[in-house]
């Protein structure tokens, strides 16, 4: 029962907020969103513990005002999702404004394949739009299996319309479709901030431990494919902001598990400095770091696995 009221709150927002007006669906995510944070509930509670680690000195009159704004920043992904399959390619387009994109043009345009990686900042699933649209070119990204199965095809379905290939993370197939389509020069893009498969990399995350899946930094290793990190953000416009930063190397020397642990790291520093210019863009409300996660027997990376990341 849970599971189909889940599924039918989701597809009614996907057949009703579309055809609201955008200042109205603008002024019921705001309501929706200032209405769960005054109920306190474990979601928000966990985003403004994680905004505590993001703003260690903020006192607890700003990490309030900050988990309101990032409810509210969280609500505006949801709009804006909701009512992206019905955007006109103009909306698309003038929705979406991304300094330093010549690092993906150029990277496209040598054709070896690029790895886009962005953290749960902003609205990811606009940034792709635009991409297919703007710039049209095609990608493929990785979604977690969500349940019910029906919510998931709602979510591979409302992204392909958006002209992306969708892969399932869980099946052990995904790494290698991957790779096959940056080593044709195509593009990947995958949300790389939080691990999923329990056998990702160390980081060093606002001055704590955290794990970052090693898919991202594994497929620019294993196919020479430009790993670029994303960062995006909301101002007062309507048009959402972002950021392509320079890419991040492959290391020289080292095995490939070190070689990924640094790529990773990496990653992690770019993926700070964008959320801690714009924390109340973050939408993290689940545990991230070690010490907020629950004790596990064995924290070691299973042989064999090559998480990618996600898309959800």
Wanted: aromatic share 8%; with cysteine; hydrophobic share 40%.
């Amino acid at each position: 029962m849970k599971d189909r009221l889940t599924d039918g709150l989701y597809g009614l927002g996907w057949s009703t907020v579309k055809k609201l007006p955008e200042p109205v669906a603008e002024r019921l995510g705001r309501t929706i969103a200032d209405t769960v944070w005054k109920r306190r509930g474990k979601g928000v509670l966990r985003l403004e513990s994680n905004l505590a680690r993001v703003v260690p000195d903020a006192s607890p009159q700003r990490l309030a005002e900050l988990s309101r704004a990032g409810m509210r920043s969280y609500l505006r992904y949801w709009m804006e999702s909701f009512r992206l399959p019905s955007w006109s390619r103009e909306r698309v387009k003038g929705g979406f404004d991304v300094k330093d994109v010549h690092h993906l043009t150029d990277g496209l345009a040598a054709g070896k394949g690029v790895v886009l990686a962005l953290p749960h900042l902003g609205n990811w699933d606009l940034a792709g739009a635009w991409v297919t649209t703007e710039l049209e070119t095609p990608f493929t990204t990785v979604a977690e299996r969500l349940k019910p199965e029906t919510l998931y095809d709602r979510f591979v379905a409302y992204r392909e319309s958006l002209g992306m290939e969708v892969l399932p993370h869980t099946g052990g197939s995904a790494f290698g479709t991957l790779a096959r389509r940056l080593r044709a020069g195509g593009l990947v893009c995958l949300v790389a901030d939080r691990d999923l498969s329990e056998s990702g990399v160390e980081v060093k995350f606002f001055g704590d431990t955290a794990r970052m899946p090693a898919g991202p930094a594994m497929l620019a290793q294993q196919t020479g494919a430009l790993l670029l990190p994303v960062t995006l953000w909301y101002d007062e416009s309507p048009v959402m902001k972002g950021r392509v930063h320079p890419p991040v190397d492959v290391p020289e020397t080292g095995t490939r598990a070190e070689k990924t642990s640094v790529m990773t790291q990496a990653l992690a520093d770019a993926f700070a400095t964008g959320i801690a210019d714009h924390p109340e863009d973050w939408h993290m409300l689940q545990r991230l770091w070690l010490a907020d996660l629950e004790p596990r027997a064995d924290h070691a990376p299973r042989a064999g696995r090559a998480p990618a990341g996600e898309a959800s």
